[in-house]
């Protein structure tokens, strides 16, 4: 099948509600993938920060394969191994408490929602408070929970007790709880509106005072956790060089980068609040397969072992340097830490002007002919989110296609 086969295939036959750009893919490694016709694209996108380890890695292929040849799937009527392994590791990188698995990171949020409401009910309360520009996923809960009209629009009703605040502002959050307030939820970097790290002060600031209110502080780490920043999670890395030891949320949602692709969420929750979502409260047939904690399990392995968490804060480093050292009339600002970047461009390029597209994905399908995949997002933003394992060449050979791709957008004035 040809490139254009595959794009009228799933165009006829899958629902519109995605915006997909006209490339699609037959394989990957590492860093690369290729479309049907042989094309080779560096992958600094990660399938939106998800393929931790790059495409086909032999590691996970093989955790999957040798899972899949002894046992795939049992239930949630009883035990699993992996599932056990997974959330003990999960507790050793984060703390005292216990795992719930499911499938996406919209549904790790979900069980956040059900834990605030559940801990909440008996005194009366249930609202949750989350941010402007926020993103919480696409369920009709996420929705409410996201800050951003484009989600909400057309699907009114929203769920009710979910309110949003300006980020990075611990006074409008403090004057917005009320005595139905349970919980609030924030990202401690925005990663859909364009790479917006939280401000160490604010994320002290929720954690006192979430104490001194009896509120549930929840951390969306879908897009910012599992090493992506250079620590697990981003606040970690937010917060390195303050003198604030043992800061911990009360909740914590992760999914995408966690299996290196297989499908998997995970809310971790903390004690004393881990019982809360007692037998009978909660669940989903397919949480914690066995295939799913297995890839996990390998993933986490190998972040380990390659030491890639300290990789990612070193290629990172380098590839913020490296954009920046390129001095383009067009770039405003890079933003983010590790391996999570956001270019934000000027705003106005001419170039980028082009009714009813965004500059960003403008940018994105101009970077795709020169042969570089990166996520652009709501803003003039463009996402950096390559594999954990990348090396440094490939991120010379990602900035000199960005660097090709910035200078044409000066050849291309009209
Ligand atoms: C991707 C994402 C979600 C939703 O995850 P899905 O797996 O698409 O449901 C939620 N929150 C954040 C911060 C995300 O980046």
Known sequence: MSNADIIGLTTQFLTPNYARFPLAFSKGKGARLWDFEGREYLDFGGGIAVTS??????????????????????????????AGRLAQTLVGLLGNGKCFFCNSGAEANEALYKLARKWGHD???????????????????????????????GFEPAVEGFRQVPFNDLAAL??????????????????????????????????????????????????????????????????????????LPDA????????????????????????????GSHGTTFGGTPLACSAALATLEIIREEKLDANAHL???????????????????????????????????????????SPAALFASRLHELGLLTIPSGN???????????????CDEAVEKLSRGLSQLSQLQH
Not at 326 to 353: C, Y
Not at 381 to 392: A, E, F
Request: with cysteine; hydrophobic share 40%.
């Open 380 to 394: 003039p933003v463009m996402r950096l989110l390559p594999p954990l394992n990348v090396t440094r060449a490939e």
């Open 123 to 153: 005194s009366g309360r249930y609202e949750i408070i989350s941010t402007h520009n926020s993103f919480h996923g696409r369920t009709l809960a996420g929705i409410a929970a996201t800050g951003q009209e484009k989600v909400k629009k």
């Open 174 to 247: 403090e004057k917005a709880i009320s005595e139905k307030t349970a919980a609030i939820l924030i990202e401690a970097i925005q990663g859909e509106i364009g790479i917006i790290p939280a401000s160490p002060e604010y994320l002290l600031g929720l954690r006192k005072l979430c104490t001194e209110r009896n509120l549930l502080l929840m951390i969306d780490a879908i897009q910012c956790g599992v090493f992506r920043t250079g620590k697990f999670l981003s606040y970690e890395r937010i917060l390195e060089n303050t003198k604030s030891h043992g800061f």
């Open 53 to 82: 380890l790059g495409h086909a890695h032999p590691r996970i292929t093989a955790a999957l394969a040798q899972q899949a040849q002894t046992l795939t799937h049992t239930s949630n009527l009883y035990h699993t191994e992996s």
């Open 252 to 279: 914590v949602s992760m999914a995408k980068g966690i299996a290196n692709g297989f499908p998997i969420g995970a809310a971790w929750i903390r004690q004393p609040f881990a019982d809360v979502l007692s037998a």
């Open 315 to 357: 290629q990172g480093d380098y590839l913020k340097k490296q954009i920046l050292g390129l001095r383009s009339p067009h770039v405003r600002e890079v933003r983010g830490f590790g391996l999570m970047l956001g270019v934000e461009l000027q705003p106005d390029i001419p170039a980028l002007k082009v009714e009813g597209k």
